[in-house]
């Protein structure tokens, strides 16, 4: 693997349908990237299995072609453990950080002590990443090189179809293990920062319609959702969000980070869980206006 950071790597895609066929459907997918900066890249070629297990690999090929079907997709390539696109801006732990700013708001949050805030400072095994800390320059870079573009644009879109169509329904893709702590996971796990990021109705409704594939699922727990869904989520706005998180083993082998012979069937079942779930929710909104 030859993932390193240079002038030709595009940071993010932003894949935006054409105009007359754009659809208030945002789809967002922040942990998939892979590419890394020199030092880090080092570090991973050294201890793979505690790199790679912490991005949503493959995660990017869920949605690519889905701007076709009208959606607007988000998907980033540079990988977490360079900055995490799924954390609060303030999500920093100074004590790692050289010439951190006195004067800077911070979060420390439970994700920040346990060592994955905005910066990572910990690999999925709980080891160090850094030896020494970081320099607040650095951190600027990352911050102002990758998180605030995704941000940004992401936030613009969302305004855009808030005035457009009076509504917008982001849909946040992420991976995770077969299971936690010796407990297996169902396939998905929907988070909507129980029913505070999106209604009931839209959870249920996406809820059945992944089941009618015959897959499993559950609801907030052990995932109720990051950042992104909690943040741009606004029920009085109608800006609903949805966490999904995905078990690894439909799709990867997860000691060896490949595909498996069931990626491109599984690829294909979450274009059209999506596509299916956005027509019932336009459904959905056509009787609520036919009825006024």
């Avoid at 790199?51 to 988000?74: A, I, P």
């Avoid at 998907?75 to 004067?103: C, W, Y």
């Avoid at 850094?130 to 644009?153: A, G, M, S």
């Avoid at 936690?180 to 920062?193: P, R, Y």
Wanted: proline letters at 3%; one cysteine or more; hydrophobic letters at 35%.
């Amino acid at each position: 693997m030859n993932n390193l950071i240079n002038d030709k790597v595009n940071f993010f895609s932003y894949l935006r349908p054409k105009k007359n066929s754009s659809k208030p459907f945002i789809i967002t997918s922040p942990h998939s990237g892979v590419f890394l900066n020199k030092d880090l890249l080092n570090k991973r070629n050294k201890n793979i299995y505690d790199y790679d297990s912490m991005q949503d690999m493959y995660v990017n090929s869920f949605s690519e072609g889905l701007e076709k079907l009208g959606f607007t997709v988000f998907q980033s390539h540079i990988s977490r453990i360079v900055i995490d696109l799924n954390r609060e801006i303030t999500e920093i732990d100074p004590k790692t950080i050289v010439g951190f700013p006195a004067n800077n708001m911070i979060n420390l949050s439970d994700k920040v002590k346990s060592g994955i805030g905005l910066i990572p400072m910990k690999n999925s095994s709980g080891r160090n990443i850094y030896t020494t800390k970081l320099d607040w320059q650095e951190v600027l870079q990352r911050i102002d090189n990758y998180y605030l573009p995704w941000h940004n644009n992401l936030r613009l879109e969302i305004d855009d179809f808030t005035k457009r169509y009076g509504r917008v329904f982001v849909i946040d893709m992420h991976s995770m293990p077969s299971e936690t702590n010796s407990n297996e996971l169902a396939d998905f796990v929907i988070g909507n920062n129980f029913d505070r990021a999106s209604d009931n109705h839209s959870k249920k409704l996406l809820s059945n319609t992944i089941k009618s594939y015959g897959y499993s699922v559950a609801h907030n727990n052990p995932y109720s959702g990051g950042f992104i869904t909690r943040n741009y989520s606004s029920l009085k706005n109608n800006i609903q969000c949805i966490q999904i998180e995905i078990k690894k083993s439909l799709y990867m082998d997860e000691n060896n980070f490949v595909k498996n012979k069931n990626f491109e069937k599984f690829k294909l079942d979450i274009k059209n869980i999506l596509n299916e779930f956005y027509f019932k929710l336009e459904s959905r909104v056509d009787r609520k206006v036919a009825a006024e």
